[in-house]
């Protein structure tokens, strides 16, 4: 299994943007789909985005759809999540996470889990 970090969280104002950055290690990164997850305070994990082995797809969850890019380079065994025109209902802790197979959206599908990293929008 791969261990997964990311970083890049931070404090943003409202319609801002942040890039987060998700690196693998301990395993074959380009043998996993990749998603990120949200998780506001009070409130279950959900999911954001998602990315095929290959880089195919993505797919995301329709409040984030037009404003988050996922992609990933295999090469650094990185992914990313692009995020702009940030909301104040985008705070959260976002967690990227690692399955063998195609991207889901359940995070209980997800074998590997980051430590996450904060964002939070202000108004």
């Known amino acids: 299994q791969v261990q997964l970090v990311e970083s890049g969280g931070g404090l943003v104002q409202a319609g801002g943007s942040l890039r987060l950055s998700c690196v693998a290690s301990?395993?074959?990164?380009?043998?996993?789909?990749m998603g990120w997850f949200r998780q506001a305070t009070g409130k279950e994990r959900e999911f954001v985005a998602g990315?095929?082995?290959?880089?195919?797809?993505?797919y995301y969850a329709d409040p984030e759809k037009g404003r988050f890019t996922i992609s990933r380079d295999n090469a650094k065994t990185t992914v990313y999540l692009q995020m702009n025109s940030l909301k104040l209902e985008d705070t959260g802790v976002y967690y990227c996470a690692a399955r063998s197979g195609r991207p889901r959206t359940g995070g209980h599908e997800y074998d590997c889990w980051g430590q996450g990293t904060q964002v939070t929008v202000s108004s």
């Open positions: 301990g395993g074959t990164f380009s043998n996993y789909a």
């Open positions: 990315i095929s082995k290959s880089g195919g797809g993505p």
